[in-house]
């Protein structure tokens, strides 16, 4: 049997505690392996692993409740158009009163269901904990560990989430033979399971009662020494061992697959998936779950100035101040790193994208269903994935983006009479493609434009024309040829303009909002690029062209210098709403370049927005402040996040407990430290003052290069690139005389700058 991995404090990247949790949402730690999820609390009389398996979803096509994808129930011809003249009219229409012509309650919509607790009933052991007691994860092996002494014993635990494996592990031991003794139980806040044990197996089978999607859980125990006993009530009780580990493998009959989203029963796939973990043995699955996940952690390094204490993560968190101290540095490091951790614990090929809670969440009713929010929140989750080096991670995301154009064609049709495909606000598992009836985050018809921004990223930074054909450009052509037929032509100003059109979640319904413009803009620009790039046909290309010259482009300064949220000056510089959504244009579009008088409208915007807000908007204004090159005030929004949106176990809080925070706070502080979103290679373009010397390695560029950087009093000493194809690169630093070098890259090759030369 291979030995447990040690908890070890002074590893920077290392999370841990001196108690067990007493909070799923607060305290509680998460390990991932895209499809499976669960969070080690680390009681000591009964360890809880709180389990989730992605695609165990309630709703859909069967559910009790029916279901109709959020399209109208009832035909409303002229409905749409008829609101189109009330704004032409009148100017602006309440949310509500746009809900009562174009919502309509939802039904079937589902939620993310938990899939119950492991729990390990210790005896003897200590009710509370000492001061031998330490609860770790080890964000750099993805492995958590508790460990305690009791009675002179020294009792670890470990567990961890296998991507190569498919499976969850855990391993009790002790340095003292014989002395591992628990029993291994399943339990689950719902009725609609049963739970059986023979020989060394649970099996956990069962179909919600909600939509008669069927699951199953299978856990394998073994022990070194001792014995294992099944029991009646589907527990496993393991006696006098040395050691002892367990694999568990879950599964449903979801599939991605419109209408229906059924497929195989999971029994099958779950029996082979756990017994050929137990064949592989524990010590090889867990060389091979480290392995593996530090192919992906360890591309990137980082080091602003960080030396961690010797202090629990809690205590290190409420401590910091965003001040000089190198602690305080230490937990932006291993914040940085966190939200990359989180990203492959939560998105691996195969699986359903990282939700609003990532993979974990441990409710029948979990907040906004911790569904997928296309008004921002799934967006956000992969703003990280491509320039902090973990490219794969966002194979789900394409698939589940693939998914839902089959159902969101229909949608376009009846209640647009267009073309090409989309969504809305919200979606879930089984393609909601339609609306609801809550006025202020119903209708979102960009949002398909959106997400196909995070395809075309994959491109820019791969290059991969391959990709691009096969499956980025599909999605954005089909989204352009939406818009196309949707837009509607201004009188006020003969531009083309989205109406009806709402900024997210904020003031009313007008005809082409902001954000709406830029995300056309954005779509449409990018569709000619890689329609050109594939030499795709003229006569597509030159609609796209014409739409292009009569758009709208959201971009407009207001009265009091602002750049406008709307078409007509209705901003308040009083306002201080959590959405910034009118500089879409700015991060993560490409609309603004910084120095420009958009830029500088923006900043307006910005500072009069102020530094409050959810989690998860301090985490989009850090990426603002960066690419505006403020990296003063883009620090400042990080250090607001981590002192007031922060959990213990580092989660971000909306509140509740949302994970794109975690995931944008990463992505701002890579834009910090390098961009490359309009074409030249940015070093250090917002590095703020508290950040006077480090080196980072392993961030990615667009155009295919792998960027190293340190600095030393806040200017760059060292610039190597690697370039992955053979291109033009234009690299922008104070490094360099006049501030610009370009070279002229071969694939393969990698180029070395220094201060001194």
């Avoid at 809305?424 to 398909?448: K, L, Q, R």
């Avoid at 989205?498 to 779509?523: C, K, N, R, W």
Wanted: some cysteine; charged content about 20%; aromatic content about 10%.
């Amino acid at each position: 049997m291979g030995e447990a991995v040690a908890a070890d404090t002074s590893d920077e990247w290392t999370l841990w505690y001196t108690s067990p949790a007493a909070s799923w949402e607060h305290e509680a730690l998460p390990i991932g392996n895209g499809a499976l999820g669960a969070c080690v609390f680390g009681d000591l009389t009964s360890e809880r692993l709180q389990f989730n398996e992605k695609s165990l979803w309630t709703g859909g096509p069967g559910s009790t409740r029916g279901y109709d994808s959020g399209n109208w129930t009832t035909p409303r011809p002229g409905r749409l158009a008829a609101v189109q003249q009330r704004l032409a009219e009148q100017g602006a229409l309440d949310p509500e009163s746009a809900a009562t012509e174009l919502g309509q309650p939802r039904r079937g919509y589902g939620a993310y269901q938990t899939f119950g607790d492991m729990r390990l009933d210790v005896p003897g052991a200590p009710a509370t904990p000492d001061a031998s007691y330490r609860r770790a994860l080890d964000t750099r092996t993805g492995v958590a560990t508790v460990a305690y002494t009791h009675q002179e014993v020294r009792h670890q635990r470990e567990f961890f989430a296998s991507f190569p494996g498919h499976v969850i592990a855990g391993r009790l031991s002790a340095d003292r033979p014989g002395q591992v003794a628990f029993t291994l139980r399943h339990t689950s806040p719902r009725t609609d399971f049963t739970a059986t044990a023979a020989g060394d197996r649970i099996t956990v089978r069962g179909a919600l009662q909600d939509n008669g999607l069927r699951f199953e859980a299978q856990i394998r125990l073994r022990t070194q020494g001792g014995a294992v006993t099944a029991g009646t009530d589907g527990s496993l009780t393991v006696t006098g061992a040395d050691s002892a580990w367990f694999v568990l493998a879950a599964g449903t009959d979801y599939a991605d697959t419109h209408p229906h989203y059924r497929g195989d029963d999971p029994h099958a796939s779950v029996t082979r998936t756990v017994d050929a973990a137990v064949g592989l043995g524990h010590q090889k699955l867990l060389a091979r779950h480290i392995d593996d996940h530090r192919s992906l952690f360890d591309r990137v390094a980082i080091d602003v100035g960080q030396s961690m204490p010797d202090l629990p993560t809690d205590r290190l968190l409420a401590q910091y101040t965003g001040g000089p101290s190198a602690a305080d540095r230490a937990l932006e490091a291993l914040f940085f790193q966190y939200g990359r951790y989180l990203l492959i614990a939560s998105s691996r090929p195969g699986s359903l994208p990282a939700n609003l809670q990532g993979v974990w969440s441990d409710g029948v009713a979990p907040p906004w269903s911790a569904d997928y929010h296309t008004n921002i929140n799934l967006q956000m989750n992969y703003w990280l994935a491509e320039a902090t080096n973990l490219a794969e991670t966002t194979a789900p995301y394409d698939r589940f983006v693939e998914a839902l154009r089959a159902p969101g064609r229909i949608t376009a049709k009846e209640m647009f009479g267009t073309g090409g495909w989309v969504v809305h606000n919200e979606t879930n598992p089984y393609g909601f493609t339609g609306v609801h009836d809550w006025a202020t985050s119903f209708w979102f018809p960009e949002a398909a434009a959106w997400l196909t921004q995070q395809m075309y990223e994959h491109y820019r930074f791969s290059g991969s024309t391959d990709y691009l054909r096969s499956t980025a450009y599909p999605a954005m052509k089909e989204a352009a040829v939406f818009c196309l037929e949707h837009l509607r032509t201004d009188p006020r100003d003969g531009k083309l303009v989205v109406t009806p059109s709402y900024s997210p979640e904020h003031g009313d319904f007008t005809v082409g909002a902001a954000m709406s413009q830029q995300i056309v803009h954005d779509l449409f620009t990018s569709t000619l690029e890689a329609a050109r790039t594939l030499g795709d046909d003229h006569a597509f290309r030159t609609r796209v062209e014409t739409a292009v010259a009569a758009l709208d482009p959201g971009l407009r300064i207001g009265s009091w210098g602002q750049l406008q949220e709307w078409k007509t000056d209705r901003d308040g510089p009083a306002d201080d709403h959590r959405h910034v959504s009118h500089l879409f244009a700015l991060h993560p579009g490409r609309q603004i370049e910084p120095g420009s008088r958009w830029a500088e409208a923006a900043k307006v915007s910005l500072t009069a927005r102020g530094d409050g807000g959810t989690g998860w908007s301090k985490a989009w204004k850090i990426n603002f402040w960066a690419r505006l090159h403020d990296g003063d005030h883009a620090h400042k929004m990080l250090s607001e996040q981590l002192k007031t949106s922060t959990l213990a176990n580092l989660w971000d809080t909306h509140p509740p407990f949302q994970i794109d925070g975690n995931f944008g706070a990463a992505s701002g502080i890579t834009e910090m430290l390098l961009q490359s979103q309009h074409g030249p290679i940015e070093i250090l373009p917002a590095l703020p003052a508290s950040w006077p010397d480090g080196e980072v390695s392993g961030l990615r560029a667009r155009g295919g290069v792998t960027v190293d950087i340190s600095w030393r009093g806040g200017r760059a000493r060292r610039i190597a690139l690697t370039a992955h194809r053979t291109g033009e690169l234009t690299v922008r630093s104070g490094l360099f005389t006049g501030g610009e070098r370009k070279i002229r890259a071969r694939g393969g090759q990698r180029y070395i700058f220094t201060a001194a030369g």
